[in-house]
């Protein structure tokens, strides 16, 4: 396998009171090792799904998600935060998440 990111068919569906909200619906994509890519779309189109399933903070509801040659889908808790902990990065958009409002860019990044 040579992508550093794939996911093949994948599906997401978020559980709301009682029913289903479909996030993703058989998603495929494949990203070589090495190349810059942006998701873009308009809100709801499923583009912080797709981002949380290659973080390793959520899994797929069907289909399989890659990242680095590990199939997602098949670590535990433990291994997805060591996952997350050795190999990925987040940084939310929400200055309640993690932003510092006085910081420059580069500063909340560092």
Known sequence: MNDHIRLDRVYKI???ATTGVAALGGVSLSIPRGTFTAIVGPSGAGKS???NLIGGVDIPTAGTVWVDGRDLQL???????????ELIGFLWQGAARNLVPYLTAVQNVE
């Open 49 to 51: 799904s797709i981002l």
């Open 14 to 16: 978020h559980s709301v």
């Open 75 to 85: 670590l535990d808790d433990r291994e997805r935060s060591a996952f997350r902990r």
